[in-house]
């Protein structure tokens, strides 16, 4: 389809020049890879499997968040049973005598 083109657009999609050939940048000595060594020495360092304590179980997210919540629940009916041994309507000085006396008004 660009063969169509007049040679001004055709300027457009011409290939570009090759990017020169530079030869690789040696590095510093510090940069030198070091070859690969064994790690046997090493192995008398290591704790024995047998001697390792049993890793600590920390609670998950979840697990966090539903303690919270059993334990926010467990205190609200903690406080509803002392709230509920505590009440007398009897002894409520606020209360009116006769509650058809007791005008509610609402959606104002």
Known sequence: MTQFLPPNLLALFAPRDPIPF?????????????????VAQFLGEFEDASETP??????????RKERKRREKQEQAN????????????????????????????ARL
């Open 22 to 38: 530079l030869p690789p940048i040696e590095k510093h000595a510090n940069h030198r890879k070091l070859p690969y060594t064994g």
């Open 54 to 63: 049993a890793p600590v179980r920390i609670e998950t997210r979840e697990e």
């Open 78 to 105: 903690y406080k509803l049973e002392q709230d509920l041994a505590l009440w007398n309507p009897k002894k409520n000085p606020k209360a009116t005598s006769n509650p058809y006396n007791t005008m509610f008004v």
